[in-house]
């Protein structure tokens, strides 16, 4: 048992002599803290068993780690807390003119009852746990760590998610890390602890190995990164918890000292405040009883007034204000586009339900307008977006799929009203509100260009469908390339990540997920075990994206990949099923399949034209041309 490795001094001489030759572990520069040497890691002494008991609590460790000369206590606590009961004992029997008691002499010097105690308390224990660990056992679940491992998958990273917590300060947390975590290979009564490092990476998630275990890989195991229980190296000098090594090999090294010395110095570990910013990193404006305008799920033309009613991981459950019984919610995160704060549609000219409700309920506010996402300011003073304009835009009845589009009205502040052609409602009910910057609108042409399939407008007969042929018949204008948001940023997805997605139809489901397809800054999420004609268009920065392990911190529910029974009769009852979440979520949703090339325009660099010219000889009024190598 050791006191902890203290990496917080580097003046003493480094003691990396060892029986058994260790790789050197050199430095690696890095944002990370470095593991210095100070040479105070306790170990076996040599030439004995360094097996002891502490006389006061019964705990067993390793004899040079336990205090006083005589090694006889595990803490400085135990021996003053000895002592302390000695004296009082004593002092008890000579008031009362008595020889010691029983009691008095057992206190002051019977370690082999003290032994004998410990190790009944320890047997009871040992059964304790054994029926606590069949008690917890789950008949049956998820485990993306079993998922990762027998699949060979690669999840997501974490610095792949801005709005999530440490998205922005993950650093250089890598393979290789090194943390204190619990020691479960240990027969110990109480909670110790060991270093390990970490093997893989899956988004929060950490497959880790115990040092000393080198490339067996018997005993690794899975835990969340974020967890309680994960502390730099160092902790447990500074908490006073004992380290002891793995049962396993507790006697592959007669110096463990030396081990850890040469293991250690310059390897990598968590900064000293990670917990601090993982806990701040989950702390949220949003609160209950706020209030604020959501999209109006049935008519997403318009807005209405709904209550926060619970927070989870960022995560907004909205009770439309009017619904008495709170069955009527709507699920989005604290950052979705979806949201904003009262008043913001008549600001904008958009339109609004008005509430029956002629006051605001007692406890409800106002949520505060800084809360909100922000968007990127435009001009409208120059060239910009008109009525009747035509484009590309993901319809979000169907976010499978990319179809020809008309602008219908020209709010304030750079937002548009989307209609999908040949499917609108006459009273433009389905009209939804995207802004001019928004990822999920497009200039024509750009399906074309990057082998998407473009949904034509409903029962146009023309096929293929060809974008300078339906501008002509329906007399109208591509809208300008130029308006469009052309940045790409640094995403750092690529195809067959893993992680977990809201599925935006049921948009209070979490799911296993997986990117399959990346066009710039657009994201292709396939719902694990589903059909692909449920897969989703999602842009890179969305807040309905989550690392691996996302739900396990936050306490969310996942929703599992569907399982292979399911999978077979996917056809029938399933279709059924997704297409009832479809109507409840966001009214029927149209089902396109879509024939998808394999072959992916993954890093191209292309050019944003417009002519006249081109218009006549492509076929098509605006569209990305590839640049020339």
């Given at each position: 048992?050791?006191?902890?490795?203290?990496?917080?001094?580097?003046?003493?001489?480094?003691?990396?002599?060892?029986?058994?030759?260790?790789?050197?572990?050199?430095?690696?520069?890095?944002?990370?803290?470095?593991?210095?040497?100070?040479?105070?890691?306790?170990?076996?002494?040599?030439?004995?068993?360094?097996?002891?008991?502490?006389?006061?609590?019964?705990?067993?460790?390793?004899?040079?780690?336990?205090?006083?000369?005589?090694?006889?206590?595990?803490?400085?606590?135990?021996?003053?807390?000895?002592?302390?009961?000695?004296?009082?004992?004593?002092?008890?029997?000579?008031?009362?003119?008595?020889?010691?008691?029983?009691?008095?002499k057992v206190l002051q010097k019977q370690p082999l009852v003290a032994k004998l105690a410990a190790y009944a308390q320890y047997q009871a224990t040992l059964q304790n746990q054994v029926k606590t660990k069949t008690a917890a056992v789950p008949v049956e679940g998820f485990s993306w760590g079993n998922y990762i491992t027998s699949n060979n998958l690669t999840a997501a990273p974490v610095s792949c998610f801005k709005h999530a917590p440490m998205g922005t300060c993950w650093g250089d947390i890598s393979e290789g890390v090194r943390v204190e975590v619990p020691n479960t290979d240990c027969s110990l009564p109480t909670k110790v602890f060991w270093i390990a490092g970490i093997v893989k990476l899956a988004g929060y998630n950490a497959l880790l190995r115990y040092e000393g275990f080198e490339n067996d890989s018997s005993i690794d195991f899975w835990c969340n990164v974020c967890?309680?229980?994960?502390?730099?190296?160092?902790?447990?000098?500074?908490?006073?918890?004992?380290?002891?090594?793995?049962?396993?090999?507790?006697?592959?090294?007669?110096?463990?000292?030396?081990?850890?010395?040469?293991?250690?110095?310059?390897?990598?570990?968590?900064?000293?405040?990670?917990?601090?910013?993982?806990?701040?990193?989950m702390q949220y404006p949003f609160k209950p009883s706020m209030r604020v305008e959501v999209v109006d799920k049935t008519h997403l033309c318009r807005t209405r007034v709904?209550?926060?009613?619970?927070?989870?991981?960022?995560?907004?459950?909205?009770?439309?204000?009017?619904?008495?019984?709170?069955?009527?919610?709507?699920?989005?995160?604290?950052?979705?586009?979806?949201?904003?704060?009262?008043?913001?549609?008549?600001?904008?000219?958009?339109?609004?339900?008005?509430?029956?409700?002629?006051?605001?309920?007692?406890?409800?506010?106002?949520a505060p307008p800084h809360l909100f996402a922000k968007v990127k300011e435009v001009d409208p003073s120059g060239e910009w977006f008109k009525e009747g304009m035509?484009?590309?835009?993901?319809?979000?009845?169907?976010?499978?799929?990319?179809?020809?589009?008309?602008?219908?009205?020209?709010?304030?502040d750079g937002y548009l009203m989307i209609g999908i052609d040949g499917s609108e409602a006459a009273d433009g009910s389905d009209w939804f509100c995207y802004h001019a910057t928004s990822p999920?609108?497009?200039?024509?042409?750009?399906?074309?260009?990057?082998a998407i399939e473009l949904t034509p407008p409903r029962g146009y007969a023309k096929l293929p469908f060809k974008w300078f042929d339906y501008l002509r018949e329906t007399d109208s204008i591509a809208a300008p390339v130029k308006l469009f948001n052309k940045e790409v940023p640094n995403h750092g997805f690529h195809i067959r990540m893993k992680l977990e997605a809201v599925d935006l139809m049921e948009p209070r489901l979490v799911?296993?997920?997986?990117?399959?397809?990346?066009?710039?800054?657009?994201?292709?999420?396939?719902?694990?075990?589903?059909?692909?004609?449920?897969?989703?268009?999602?842009?890179?920065?969305?807040?309905?994206?989550?690392?691996v392990?996302?739900?396990?911190?936050?306490?969310?529910?996942?929703?599992?990949?569907?399982?292979?029974?399911?999978?077979?009769?996917?056809?029938?009852?399933?279709?059924?099923?997704?297409?009832?979440?479809?109507?409840?979520?966001?009214?029927?949703?149209?089902?396109?399949?879509?024939?998808?090339?394999?072959?992916?325009?993954?890093?191209?660099?292309?050019?944003?034209?417009?002519?006249?010219?081109?218009?006549?000889?492509?076929?098509?009024?605006?569209?990305?041309?590839?640049?020339?190598?």
């Amino acid at each position: 048992m050791f006191d902890g490795y203290d990496s917080c001094s580097e003046d003493t001489s480094s003691s990396s002599s060892s029986d058994e030759s260790e790789e050197e572990v050199a430095p690696l520069p890095s944002s990370l803290p470095i593991i210095k040497n100070n040479g105070q890691v306790y170990t076996y002494p040599d030439g004995k068993s360094g097996m002891a008991t502490c006389e006061m609590c019964g705990m067993v460790g390793v004899r040079d780690a336990f205090y006083s000369k005589t090694k006889r206590f595990c803490s400085v606590s135990c021996s003053r807390s000895y002592s302390s009961n000695s004296k009082k004992a004593s002092i008890l029997a000579r008031l009362q003119g008595k020889p010691p008691t029983k009691k008095a002499k057992v206190l002051q010097k019977q370690p082999l009852v003290a032994k004998l105690a410990a190790y009944a308390q320890y047997q009871a224990t040992l059964q304790n746990q054994v029926k606590t660990k069949t008690a917890a056992v789950p008949v049956e679940g998820f485990s993306w760590g079993n998922y990762i491992t027998s699949n060979n998958l690669t999840a997501a990273p974490v610095s792949c998610f801005k709005h999530a917590p440490m998205g922005t300060c993950w650093g250089d947390i890598s393979e290789g890390v090194r943390v204190e975590v619990p020691n479960t290979d240990c027969s110990l009564p109480t909670k110790v602890f060991w270093i390990a490092g970490i093997v893989k990476l899956a988004g929060y998630n950490a497959l880790l190995r115990y040092e000393g275990f080198e490339n067996d890989s018997s005993i690794d195991f899975w835990c969340n990164v974020c967890g309680s229980d994960i502390h730099p190296v160092g902790w447990c000098a500074t908490s006073g918890k004992p380290l002891v090594p793995p049962r396993t090999i507790q006697h592959k090294y007669t110096n463990w000292k030396a081990f850890l010395v040469k293991r250690l110095t310059g390897a990598k570990t968590l900064p000293p405040d990670f917990s601090q910013k993982v806990s701040e990193g989950m702390q949220y404006p949003f609160k209950p009883s706020m209030r604020v305008e959501v999209v109006d799920k049935t008519h997403l033309c318009r807005t209405r007034v709904a209550v926060v009613d619970s927070v989870i991981g960022g995560r907004l459950r909205l009770v439309y204000e009017e619904s008495e019984d709170k069955t009527d919610d709507f699920w989005c995160h604290m950052y979705s586009p979806l949201i904003h704060h009262i008043g913001w549609s008549r600001s904008i000219g958009h339109r609004f339900k008005r509430s029956d409700i002629t006051k605001k309920q007692d406890g409800h506010y106002d949520a505060p307008p800084h809360l909100f996402a922000k968007v990127k300011e435009v001009d409208p003073s120059g060239e910009w977006f008109k009525e009747g304009m035509k484009l590309e835009a993901i319809d979000p009845l169907n976010l499978s799929a990319i179809c020809v589009a008309t602008i219908r009205k020209v709010l304030a502040d750079g937002y548009l009203m989307i209609g999908i052609d040949g499917s609108e409602a006459a009273d433009g009910s389905d009209w939804f509100c995207y802004h001019a910057t928004s990822p999920s609108i497009f200039p024509v042409g750009f399906c074309e260009i990057n082998a998407i399939e473009l949904t034509p407008p409903r029962g146009y007969a023309k096929l293929p469908f060809k974008w300078f042929d339906y501008l002509r018949e329906t007399d109208s204008i591509a809208a300008p390339v130029k308006l469009f948001n052309k940045e790409v940023p640094n995403h750092g997805f690529h195809i067959r990540m893993k992680l977990e997605a809201v599925d935006l139809m049921e948009p209070r489901l979490v799911c296993v997920a997986t990117v399959t397809r990346i066009i710039h800054r657009l994201l292709r999420i396939h719902f694990d075990g589903w059909e692909e004609e449920y897969d989703q268009w999602v842009d890179c920065e969305s807040p309905d994206l989550y690392p691996v392990g996302w739900c396990q911190l936050t306490g969310y529910q996942l929703q599992p990949p569907a399982p292979q029974t399911s999978r077979d009769s996917q056809s029938s009852s399933s279709k059924q099923k997704k297409k009832a979440k479809s109507q409840q979520y966001k009214g029927h949703k149209k089902m396109t399949s879509l024939q998808l090339k394999e072959e992916l325009l993954d890093g191209e660099e292309y050019n944003f034209l417009q002519g006249a010219s081109d218009q006549e000889s492509n076929g098509s009024a605006s569209y990305y041309i590839k640049q020339e190598p």
